[in-house]
């Protein structure tokens, strides 16, 4: 049986391309399936584009001429770009036993613990619905996948987001207008990398994930990639 290094990698990017990101999302959940690393959270700032899940509908796209990633998560059409945390776990629930909806209640749990720190009361809801609300806003947006047990994807959080892109969309079904953003509803709200570290930290510990290994560029990313699989890492 192969040993399963007992570190997470947790990324901490200005912003990423995510064509890119998908790429290092591969990496990490092959080596993750394939029980040759551990668990490990992406925390990313993305440019501008727009994804689609497997619910995506042709009618959801306003605007034809936008450039739009096709991907294996749930959920329909959404938009990430700067003034949005995006957080992606890699885990593996299978190992610690844990159901689809319960791995969604942590991180939907996480997100509106972390909101209420700055006087956000925030709604977590499940089904069609699926996302976590304040004041009839969407806030949040989930999408996640599960190959082999292993997670993939996750959520995006609206901060000081520039919500007119959602304009050339129907956001997961809906109009753009039922969109929101944190920084509307509290004077509060730190600075993007302040509240992601705050956020990522909360689902780490839901998530029981214990060492993890901080990076803050594709390079550093590599590097503990490599140290993981070699079994040197720290």
């Known amino acids: 049986m192969q040993r399963v290094i007992p570190s997470g990698i ?117 089904g069609d619905h699926l996302g976590t609300w304040s004041g009839g806003r969407k806030l949040c947006s989930y999408g996640v996948s599960v190959q082999k047990g292993v997670t993939g994807h996750g959520l995006s959080l609206n901060v000081r987001t520039d919500m007119s892109y959602f304009d050339k969309i129907n956001p997961c079904g809906f109009g753009s207008e039922v969109m929101g953003r944190a920084v509307d509803l509290s004077e509060h709200i730190p600075a993007e990398r302040i509240l992601a570290s705050e956020l990522a930290r909360l689902i780490a510990e839901g998530l029981g994930i214990e060492k993890i290994v901080r990076v803050q560029s594709i390079s550093a990313l590599q590097t503990a990639f490599n140290e993981l699989l070699s079994g040197t890492a720290p």
């Not at 551990?38 to 796209?61: K, P, W």
């Open 10 to 126: 947790v990324t901490d990017y200005q912003q990423l391309d995510y064509r890119t990101f998908l790429i290092y999302q591969e990496m990490l959940i092959s080596g993750r399936q394939e029980g040759k690393i551990g668990d490990s959270i992406l925390v990313l700032f993305h440019d501008h584009v727009y994804t689609a899940g497997i619910r995506y509908r042709e009618n959801d796209l306003l605007d034809k001429s936008v450039d739009l990633v096709r991907l294996n998560r749930g959920g329909g059409i959404t938009y990430h770009g700067p003034g949005q945390i995006n957080i992606y776990p890699v885990v593996n629930i299978q190992e610690k036993n844990f159901t689809l909806r319960k791995y969604m209640e942590i991180l939907q749990s996480s997100v509106s613990g972390s909101l209420a720190n700055y006087g956000i009361p925030a709604e977590n809801l499940l």
